[in-house]
């Protein structure tokens, strides 16, 4: 039996893409060096042969990771259910310290989304799991090694 794992309809497109790049441009590519290398003559002192070999390696690893993590994905779509302006699962959440006034937005995403660059945390991040559930308005505590720091929610968007 296989887990479901969650996924924003972004994070299965960028996955897609990234499957097509790999299908259609990389292996390709890693095919015709390998038989360039091959024509070199000699197998077992050619460099390049065995860097093409490995990279073959790598990029259908990657293919199968990213097909497996694809036939495991539960895409959901937030811009498609109604704001009851609770957090939930692909939600951005604008957050603000009680004690600094800071304010933050973030977007929970599934964890190979995560890019706190871009604001996107993991539904699995202890932030995340302090906001699940949390209405516009609620407070929480988010437990963090330099102590406990209160939060507001003040804003829930489905975009």
């Known amino acids: 039996m296989s ?3 969650p996924m924003t309809v972004a994070g299965a497109d960028a996955l897609r893409e990234e499957l097509n790049e790999l299908k259609t441009v ?3 590519k890693i095919i015709a060096d390998i038989a360039e290398a091959r024509e ?3 197998l077992k002192e050619n460099a390049e042969y065995h860097a093409a070999r490995e990279q073959q390696g790598f990029c259908e690893g990657r293919i199968q990771e990213i097909e497996a993590k694809l036939s495991n994905a539960q895409i959901i779509d937030v811009t498609k259910m109604p704001n009851n302006g609770r957090v939930i699962f692909g939600a951005t959440v604008t957050i603000v310290n009680c004690d600094t006034d800071d304010e933050s937005t973030y977007t929970i995403v599934g964890d190979d989304e995560a890019d706190i660059k871009a604001s996107k ?3 699995n991040s202890p932030i995340a799991r302090a906001m699940i559930g949390k209405e516009r308005g609620d407070e929480f505590v988010l437990k963090s090694p330099s102590g406990d720091v209160d939060y507001e929610v003040l ?3 489905y975009v």
């Open 3 to 5: 887990t479901q794992f």
């Open 155 to 157: 804003e829930v968007e």
């Open 40 to 42: 070199h003559g000699d």
């Open 26 to 28: 990389r292996r390709p």
């Open 121 to 123: 945390v993991s539904v």
